[in-house]
């Protein structure tokens, strides 16, 4: 348990060069019963409006902007909840490692394209698209954290299409 807090804490034995990112993130650290509460409430709040999401899609007429608003901000609370975990700093550079920029990049662009859609362009066809790719994009972030999980994900999707 005390390796698992290190690491996401960020104290793993790593000593970087201090940079004003670095004193900033260790100057707000929070407790580790802070941190895993924060974590819990962001993350039920996320997974929540997700869900309440899907329920307003049953809603004539405004279902499907209030399926985005909440579907989205439920994404954007389940992404901050790990920063609670590992400190924001090292959740940015963690996003931004090579394993995971494609995935974070497409994510978080869907994120922005599905609110464009729906408030400025008003085409809630488009809209549903960026949230399937919210989905996936998302998806694929989150396997980036179990190791081998992606590249056995892709051989076995391989092994079914020949």
């Known amino acids: 348990m005390d390796k698992l807090k290190a690491v996401l804490s960020g104290t793993d034995g790593l000593n970087e060069n201090g940079n004003i990112l670095q004193a900033a993130n260790e100057a707000s650290t929070l ?3 802070t941190r895993v509460k924060g974590f819990i409430i962001c993350f039920v709040i996320g997974v929540t409006c997700s869900v309440l999401g899907v329920c307003m899609l049953f809603i004539p007429k405004v279902g499907i902007l209030l399926f985005i608003i909440f579907y989205t ?16 700093v090292k959740q940015l550079k963690r ?4 394993t995971r920029a494609l995935a974070t990049t497409i994510m978080l662009t869907c994120l922005v394209l599905t609110l464009c859609a729906a408030f400025w362009w008003v085409n809630f066809g488009l809209a549903l698209l960026f949230c399937i790719l919210q989905v996936l994009a998302f998806a694929w972030y989150g396997l980036s ?6 590249d056995a994900i892709l051989k076995i999707i391989t092994m079914c299409v020949k």
Do not use: A, E, Q, V
Not at 145 to 150: E, G, K, L, Q
């Open 145 to 150: 954290y179990i190791p081998f999980i992606r």
């Open 73 to 88: 901000f439920g994404n954007i609370c389940s992404l901050c909840s790990t920063m609670f975990l590992m400190g924001p």
């Open 95 to 98: 996003m931004c490692d090579k």
């Open 31 to 33: 407790g580790w019963g």
